[in-house]
């Protein structure tokens, strides 16, 4: 039986400092941070980096060559109420959403962290001199080569052999492009033109080189190694997905992690597809990206094709048949799967046989309808710099210019939800005991990080709480407890610490 | 795409899908129409200097 699917995002958003001579991103994304850290919270928490370990390699070694990514531990962390991670990453905000237990629900609180990212843009903006302005972007690259990530993190099984997860993720993760995609004017693969790629399904494909690796930000790979599962190791990995993007589309963001939610519970049961590998995974993963019109097929390494389409039709034929065996406990429920799978099979059928019904639904046929109307109406070129603004003003979160909040894309949150998560932690994972231990004990918390928090209550020396099992430290496990704690020194006790 | 696989497509198990038959006459034109909107939305909202801001759109790489 496949261990619970909590699940993660974690994205780096694109910061331009406007009007300002010198412009140092890593100065302007601490502005921001600490805009909304001061303006909208009692106290920061700062992260703990005791148990941070990113280059760890799933696959039993260090290679020799790879680039293990570096802790800055010096920039701007904090850690919020509802039980994310917001910080300075490289030269970016970064938030990371709190652990959730299926993939409605993380899809409320990537709705959240945009939220969180436009107080954090109009608070930091009141606070700049006249003429200047921050402004924030939800994408991953930005039209000159340089990418920056939308990173999902799925709990697998520890026992599972990490080849037979490489293996049977790779062509999901080739295929699903096409209904993860965000978009893209142009190319930003060497050597390739307007001509050749004027628009894409996704703003990443560009830049993976490699089939698979430790590295993030050079030879970027299709399934990352990073082997840090912030919980008892000797139980889980911690599946860090790099080859994604950050989606507008709420209905996206749902799918993609449903969806991928699902397919590695197959994988821990065993009973993914075997078939479907690609011969030449990086090749194909740029290819399907440049084929718009869904009309290739890739050669498989059994010698058959197949389409992006193909294999993700025999992905959800393995689902339907994992779930008639296992349900859908590990990915949130009979509804929410249920739900997935439905909705899955609706947006294959609807790429398969009338893609523009999605342009409510799916960023990159969303823009391909607003682009090409614009181009028809302004006679312009794909080269134009009209349209690479456009393609930037897409991701937009400023509410007066964004255009992806303007073209009526289905909702999967409601603004209720919404506002719930931005200051309320999940209530079924172990966020709910970080958010509401920094909601109440705010002066006697030192630090926090994913799996432990360190509090000092006072003579005694620091103590740390561990919180190693990810399904642990729910409302239903220490609702009354924190309630009837009105101290963190009581807590401890309690706790038995 | 003669060559291209034929695989079986599983038919969902929900009663809602195939439900809804959309009249598409009458979508063809409130789609154009509701484009043209968001269009002329687009143009009022699209940044002034757009290949000014495109240039100075310039991020450092990450993660």
């Known amino acids: 039986m496949a261990v619970h699917k909590v699940l993660g995002i974690e994205t780096e958003f694109?910061?331009?400092h406007r009007n300002d001579g010198e412009s140092n991103p890593v100065a302007a994304s601490s502005m921001i941070i600490n805009a909304y850290v001061n303006g909208f919270l009692e106290r920061r928490i700062g992260w703990d980096f005791e148990d941070e370990h990113p280059g760890v390699d799933a696959r039993g070694f260090n290679e020799f060559d790879a680039l293990a990514?570096?802790?800055?531990?010096?920039l701007v962390n904090a850690v919020l109420t509802n039980g994310a991670r917001y910080y300075v990453d490289h030269a970016h905000p970064e938030l990371s959403t709190p652990e959730c237990t299926d993939a409605k629900q993380c899809t409320i609180y990537d709705r959240a962290a945009e939220e969180i990212l436009i107080r954090s843009m109009e608070k930091a903006n009141e606070l700049l001199p006249d003429g200047e302005e921050l402004v924030i972007h939800k994408n991953n690259s930005d039209g000159k080569g340089n990418s920056y990530g939308c990173h999902e993190n799925y709990l697998v099984d520890r026992a599972v052999p990490f080849?037979?997860?490489?293996?049977?993720?790779m062509p999901f993760f080739i295929s699903r492009q096409i209904f993860c995609g965000a978009g893209k004017v142009g190319s930003e693969a060497p050597g390739l033109t307007h001509a050749d790629v004027p628009f894409q399904i996704t703003q990443r494909a560009d830049f993976f080189e490699e089939e698979v690796g430790l590295e993030t930000t050079?030879?970027?790979p299709i399934v990352n190694t990073r082997d840090e599962p912030h919980a008892d190791s000797k139980k889980y990995r911690r599946l860090h997905v790099i080859v994604g993007d950050a989606n507008m589309s709420e209905v996206q963001t749902y799918l993609k992690l449903g969806t991928t939610a699902i397919v590695l519970a197959m994988i821990d049961d065993d009973m993914a597809p075997n078939d479907c590998a690609f011969e030449t995974p990086v090749k194909t993963l740029r290819e399907i990206s440049y084929d718009v019109d869904l009309e290739m097929s890739h050669r498989l390494l059994n010698g058959q094709r197949a389409s992006a389409l193909d294999v993700l039709w025999a992905y959800y034929a393995a689902a339907q048949l994992w779930s008639d065996r296992y349900g859908f406990e590990v990915v949130g429920g009979d509804d929410i799967g249920n739900d997935i799978l439905r909705q899955w099979h609706d947006v294959l059928s609807a790429l398969e046989s009338d893609p523009d019904s999605l342009t409510d639904s799916i960023d990159w046929i969303a823009k391909r309808r607003l682009y090409e109307g614009f181009q028809q109406r302004h006679n312009l070129e794909w080269s134009d710099p009209r349209m690479a603004a456009l393609d930037l003003q897409y991701h937009d979160l400023r509410p007066d210019k964004g255009l992806a909040r303007r073209i009526g894309l289905t909702r999967v949150s409601t603004d209720e939800q919404v506002d719930n998560a931005i200051g309320n932690p999940p209530p079924t994972t172990r966020a709910y005991f970080r958010g509401r231990c920094l909601e109440r004990y705010p002066?006697?918390?030192?630090?926090?990080?994913?799996?432990?928090?360190?509090f000092d209550v006072g003579s005694d020396p620091l103590r740390r709480v561990p919180m190693l099992e990810p399904l642990r430290g729910t409302e239903v496990h220490v609702a009354n407890l924190l309630d009837e704690c009105d101290n963190a020194a009581e807590l401890l006790r309690r706790l038995g610490t | 795409m003669a060559e291209?696989?034929?695989?079986?497509?599983?038919?969902s198990r929900s009663d809602e899908s195939d439900a809804e038959e959309i009249d598409a006459a009458n979508t063809g034109e409130e789609l154009k129409a509701e484009l043209d909107d968001l269009l002329d939305e687009i143009d009022g909202v699209l940044e002034s200097n757009a290949e000014e801001f495109v240039k100075n759109y310039v991020q450092k790489g990450g993660e």
Do not use: C, F, Y
Not at chain 2, 4 to 11: D, I, L, N, S, V
């Open chain 1, 14 to 16: 694109g910061i331009l």
């Open chain 2, 4 to 11: 291209r696989e034929q695989r079986r497509r599983p038919a």
């Open chain 1, 218 to 220: 050079l030879k970027r």
């Open chain 1, 443 to 454: 002066d006697a918390i030192v630090a926090a990080n994913w799996d432990s928090m360190v």
């Open chain 1, 69 to 74: 990514p570096e802790i800055e531990t010096h």
């Open chain 1, 163 to 169: 080849g037979r997860i490489v293996q049977q993720i």
